[in-house]
């Protein structure tokens, strides 16, 4: 039987409920063979999950997710096979986090004038085990404090782009995203497509080096990845995919939710090598 990969899977070291142990167990339990860890702008779950893996044959590959921005539109960029225990890489991680802290704050202080003042900035960032804090966490409390009765609501009424309490967050441009993706040895990828509508952007980024596209994504329509996999083979760029798992914060995905057979993630470590002997080359 063909080994099956998941790659776009995150912890409760971002906005997911799952711990590693749970994401493991839940692997496992889905015939996984491969899995990466893409927490958001942070890389503290990918260990954990490692160190939760070694006692079962299941591969755990190290990733992020960094949020970027174009024209004001949120552009998702997964970098896989990282450097993830340079310090180097912490350290320019730490603005992504301070920032999201930052704005949590003013979140914050926008739902206070609109009488919501029993949410504090320490009951959010408990929600995560990094600083990896978001607006799904905020909108957590709100349903949990009355103030929204799910979180399409909480959004819509309070944090979506537009609505009364959003605040922008500070992001890197997908171009800059992609460098220091490839600066720490990583494989940089554009999160779900369909979802972002700015497919005009992907030449671009190609130029800029992008290694490959999410095609294979939880819920995408049939032809929505047939779009993608013509796209993919026309830029010459690799094919990945996943669910985009975040445990019970999105109950419209879960680990499994969309599998890549294990022939792709050959692919992609095929990249990973031929780059690093042509940077050796290059040294020589």
Same mark, same amino acid.
């Given at each position: 039987?063909?080994? $099956?990969?998941?790659?776009?899977?995150?912890?409760?070291?971002?906005?997911?409920? &799952?711990?590693?142990?749970? %994401? #493991?167990?839940?692997?496992? /339990?889905?015939?996984?063979?491969?899995?990466?860890?893409?927490?958001? &702008?942070?890389?503290?779950? *990918?260990?954990?999950?490692?160190?939760?893996?070694?006692?079962?044959?299941?591969?755990?590959?190290?990733?992020?997710?960094?949020?970027?921005?174009?024209?004001?539109?949120?552009?998702?960029?997964?970098?896989?096979?990282?450097?993830?225990?340079?310090?180097?890489?912490?350290?320019?991680?730490?603005?992504?986090?301070?920032?999201? %802290?930052?704005?949590?704050?003013?979140?914050?202080?926008?739902?206070?004038?609109?009488? !919501?003042?029993? *949410?504090?900035?320490?009951?959010?960032?408990?929600?995560?085990?990094?600083?990896?804090?978001?607006?799904?966490?905020?909108?957590?409390?709100? !349903?949990?404090?009355?103030?929204?009765?799910?979180?399409?609501?909480?959004?819509?009424?309070? $944090?979506?782009?537009?609505?009364?309490?959003?605040?922008?967050?500070?992001?890197?441009?997908?171009? /800059?995203?992609?460098?220091? *993706?490839?600066?720490?040895?990583?494989?940089?990828?554009?999160?779900?497509?369909?979802?972002?509508?700015?497919?005009?952007? *992907?030449?671009?980024? #190609?130029?800029?080096?992008?290694?490959?596209?999410? %095609?294979?994504?939880?819920?995408?329509?049939?032809?929505?990845?047939?779009?993608?996999?013509? $796209?993919?083979?026309?830029?010459?760029?690799?094919?990945?995919?996943?669910?985009?798992?975040?445990?019970?914060?999105?109950?419209?995905?879960? !680990?499994?939710?969309?599998?890549?057979?294990?022939?792709?993630?050959?692919?992609?470590?095929?990249?990973?090598?031929?780059?690093?002997?042509?940077?050796?080359?290059? /040294?020589?």
């Amino acid at each position: 039987m063909s080994k $099956l990969a998941d790659l776009h899977i995150h912890t409760y070291f971002s906005d997911s409920t &799952d711990s590693p142990q749970e %994401v #493991v167990r839940q692997a496992i /339990e889905k015939g996984l063979s491969c899995i990466a860890i893409t927490d958001h &702008d942070v890389l503290d779950g *990918i260990e954990p999950t490692r160190l939760a893996a070694e006692s079962y044959d299941l591969e755990v590959i190290p990733g992020i997710e960094l949020s970027t921005e174009k024209d004001k539109k949120d552009i998702h960029i997964l970098g896989y096979f990282l450097d993830y225990q340079n310090p180097q890489l912490q350290a320019k991680l730490n603005p992504f986090q301070e920032a999201r %802290v930052e704005r949590v704050k003013e979140i914050l202080k926008k739902l206070k004038a609109f009488g !919501i003042d029993n *949410i504090s900035l320490e009951e959010v960032c408990a929600l995560t085990k990094s600083k990896a804090v978001g607006r799904p966490h905020v909108a957590a409390l709100l !349903i949990e404090k009355g103030w929204a009765k799910d979180m399409n609501q909480a959004f819509d009424k309070y $944090l979506a782009d537009g609505a009364a309490a959003y605040v922008p967050k500070w992001k890197l441009s997908p171009t /800059e995203g992609i460098e220091l *993706i490839h600066a720490y040895g990583g494989l940089a990828v554009l999160a779900h497509p369909m979802l972002n509508n700015k497919d005009e952007i *992907i030449p671009l980024l #190609v130029k800029a080096g992008l290694d490959g596209l999410e %095609v294979y994504y939880a819920n995408a329509f049939d032809h929505q990845i047939f779009y993608y996999e013509k $796209l993919a083979r026309k830029h010459k760029i690799l094919m990945t995919g996943g669910s985009d798992a975040h445990g019970q914060a999105k109950k419209h995905t879960y !680990i499994g939710a969309q599998s890549i057979p294990y022939e792709l993630i050959e692919k992609m470590k095929e990249r990973v090598a031929s780059r690093q002997e042509g940077a050796k080359n290059v /040294e020589s």
